[in-house]
């Protein structure tokens, strides 16, 4: 064979692997959900308020609970990904603007320091 053909070769198998490992919807969503989730635990840290009596844990506990279900609430609502057979991107529609705040490709999904920003507001 020659160097051309090897060339060819190369470029295909590299994108059949790029389609065979673009992530799914699913994991756009979890890797958002992660996000959210360590925001939500670092912000309750800071607060810390070392509960003593059972019912301050309770409250924390209680609370920990709905701040979950309502990430996940958010989560299966404001977020998808486009598919672009190579790559993927994970999106949010927020009052009614969507904007990319992520892609996907080889397998992972790197979110973009917007959602970081966002997060703080």
């Known amino acids: 064979m020659k160097t051309k053909h090897y060339v060819i070769l190369g470029i295909t198998l590299f994108i059949a692997i790029l389609a065979l490992t673009n992530p799914a919807q699913e994991i756009h969503k979890e890797k958002v959900r992660i996000k959210l989730t360590e925001f939500y635990e670092t912000e309750m840290a800071k607060e810390d308020n070392t509960a003593t009596n059972q019912f301050s844990q309770a ?59 966002a997060i703080k507001k």
């Open 59 to 117: 409250g924390k506990s209680m609370g920990m609970i709905l701040a979950k279900s309502m990430i996940n609430m958010v989560i299966d609502n404001a977020i998808s990904s486009s598919n672009y057979i190579l790559f993927s991107t994970t999106n949010v529609t927020w009052e009614g603007k969507t904007k990319i705040i992520g892609i996907g490709i080889l397998g992972n999904v790197f979110l973009t320091s917007q959602i970081d920003d």
